[in-house]
């Protein structure tokens, strides 16, 4: 019998491959994504990782052993090694983060986690974090796959990176062993699935 978070990620394997075809992840793939659009990610990114790192801040909090705290703990760490990258590409292609308006896809989102999490259930925080993880896994490995070079081609070798990959997989574990097969977790999986498309949407301009 397969993992929960394997029948999950087969599940939304609909909206997975909507993010490998959409236009935003095909233009950082072929470089031809406009510079100003990829400043727009950026900026609205970080908003959503500093959210992102406050839903593992609660996973800490919320952990019952030793284990699931340490495993937090070092998501969160690779969350703000993110937004290092982050604070790098704001630096060289002058994007301001210190007074980033969210939009509307990046507040549906972040509303939509910190709303999940604050309960503390660790089986729920870990559904609605882990599609954004495991998709950015998949999206670098499968553009690095394709030959991805050109200006994005950092944010490619980033996700496409074996300490990515780890991450991505460590976070699954945490839903394996601390969430079950309801409703409320499928539906929270879903919807990260489907804000994760909403947000290069938005990235896009669509």
Known sequence: MGSLSAALWADNADLVDAALQHPFIRGVADGSLPRQAFAHYVAQDAFFLECFARGYALGVASSSDRATLDSFADLLQGVREELRLHADYAERWGIDLTSVE??????????????????????????????????????????AMEGATGPYEEWVVTYASPEFEALAARLEALLDQHATDTADVRTAYRRAMRLEVDFFSAAAGE
């Not at 259930?121 to 495991?134: E, N």
């Open 102 to 143: 969210p939009a509307s896809a990046t507040l549906a989102y972040t509303d939509f986690l910190l709303s999940t999490a604050s309960p503390g259930d660790v089986g729920l925080i870990s559904a609605a974090m882990t599609p954004c993880m495991r998709l950015y896994a998949h999206l670098g490995q499968r553009l």
